[in-house]
Antibody, heavy 117, light 109 residues
Framework: QVQLVQSGAEMKNPGASVKVSCKAS????????LHWVRQAPGQGLEWIGL???????NYAQKFQGRVTMTRDTSISTGYMELSRLRSDDTAVYYC???????????WGQGTLVTVSS | QTVVTQEPSLTVSPGGTVTLTCAPS?????????PNWFQQKPGQAPRPLIY???NRHSWTPARFSGSLLGGKAALTLSGVQPEDEADYYC?????????FGGGTKLTVL
């Protein structure tokens, strides 16, 4: 069965970087887009960006210059690294699978990133 | 930066019908925006309900339907159940980037 399993919770100081992983199983990893979405406490969902089946990336303008999405196809794992963290980056970060054409189906369980001094 | 607007909150009686809408800050929604709808309950990851305007996932109850209505994407719940109380988010595509609506808190009362 399809699963997206994310890495565990992180606590970071302001100015640091965080790298969240998302291990896929149960499907052909390179056949799908992998998106990253976040949700601050008590707030709505926010799209961060995607990496497509060819490995090309598209980031939301807000995160340009601070986010890097990568993947290791040999272990079916995607990564989202966010740098120069601020307190308002505190959120649950999700990876989400999309089949081309807007078919979003499976979500990871979420990773809480807390930024605090 | 495109803003996508949803009703902040709606209330519906059990067994009733309610329509949630999703509109961009400019222009109208077409099928080319690949509207998606998600349901989120407290402490849970979002659950996909509708993809590409009107298609239900295999797990989506038939009482949920998606459409385009007056230039907006719409999610209609017919015969609302108490367990439908949740937050609902739409998602639209803009030229390869995606934008979530602000979400609608649906209360079943």
């Amino acid at each position: 069965q399809v699963q997206l399993v994310q890495s565990g919770a992180e606590m970071k100081n302001p100015g640091a970087s965080v790298k969240v992983s998302c291990k896929a199983s149960g499907y052909t990893f390179t056949g799908y887009y992998l998106h990253w979405v976040r949700q601050a406490p008590g707030q709505g969902l926010e799209w961060i960006g995607l990496i497509n089946p060819s490995g090309n990336r598209n980031y939301a303008q807000k995160f340009q210059g601070r986010v890097t999405m990568t993947r290791d196809t040999s272990i079916s794992t995607g990564y989202m690294e966010l740098s120069r963290l601020r307190s308002d980056d505190t959120a649950v970060y999700y990876c989400v699978r999309e089949l081309r054409g807007g078919y979003f189906d499976f979500w990871g369980q979420g990773t809480l990133v807390t930024v605090s001094s | 930066q495109t803003v996508v607007t949803q009703e902040p909150s709606l209330t519906v009686s059990p067994g009733g019908t309610v329509t949630l809408t999703c509109a961009p800050s400019s222009g109208t929604v077409t099928s080319g925006y690949y509207p998606n709808w998600f349901q989120q309950k407290p402490g849970q990851a979002p659950r996909p309900l509708i993809y590409t305007t009107s298609n239900r996932h295999s797990w989506t109850p038939a009482r949920f339907s998606g459409s385009l209505l007056g230039g907006k994407a719409a999610l209609t719940l017919s015969g609302v159940q108490p367990e439908d109380e949740a937050d609902y988010y739409c998602l639209l595509m803009y030229g390869g980037a995606w934008v979530f609506g602000g979400g609608t808190k649906l209360t079943v009362l």
